[in-house]
Nanobody, 127 residues
Framework: VQLQASGGGLVQTGGSLRISCTAS????????IGWFRQAPGKGREGVSC????????YYVDSVKGRLTFSRDSAKNTVYLQMNSLKPDDTAIYYC?????????????????????WGRGTLVTVSS
């Protein structure tokens, strides 16, 4: 049972990138999935979330309108399409799965609700 993020790389400011998170050993569609990032020297930040339990979801204000979360059930994969990238988006991006709950993306336990984390993929945006 694991998650594997991939698709990171180096892109210029204003460019686009799509990162993926593929699950093995379980079906992603049954879980709330969050994308997180950690920039150099900073703490982890929740970027986006999508829950099939209650349909809830969010994007952190700094990425709204630029990042889009999607799922491909057939491939057991979720994606984060990132457009109009900025240097401030430079970070390691992680996907994580939270067991189904009535709270969806707004579980009061916060990141403690996420029971499985992928290894992360590095996104570097050059200025």
């Amino acid at each position: 049972v694991q998650l594997q993020a991939s698709g990171g790389g180096l892109v210029q400011t204003g460019g686009s990138l799509r990162i993926s998170c593929t699950a093995s050993g379980f079906r992603l569609n049954s879980y709330t999935i969050g994308w997180f990032r950690q920039a150099p020297g900073k703490g982890r930040e929740g970027v986006s979330c999508d829950s099939t339990t209650d349909g809830s979801g969010y994007y952190v204000d700094s990425v709204k309108g630029r990042l889009t979360f999607s799922r491909d059930s057939a491939k057991n994969t979720v994606y984060l399409q990132m457009n109009s990238l900025k240097p401030d988006d430079t970070a390691i991006y992680y996907c994580a799965a939270a067991a189904p709950s009535a709270y969806g993306c707004y579980d009061p336990r916060g990141t403690d609700a996420y029971i499985l984390w992928g290894r992360g993929t590095l996104v570097t945006v050059s200025s």
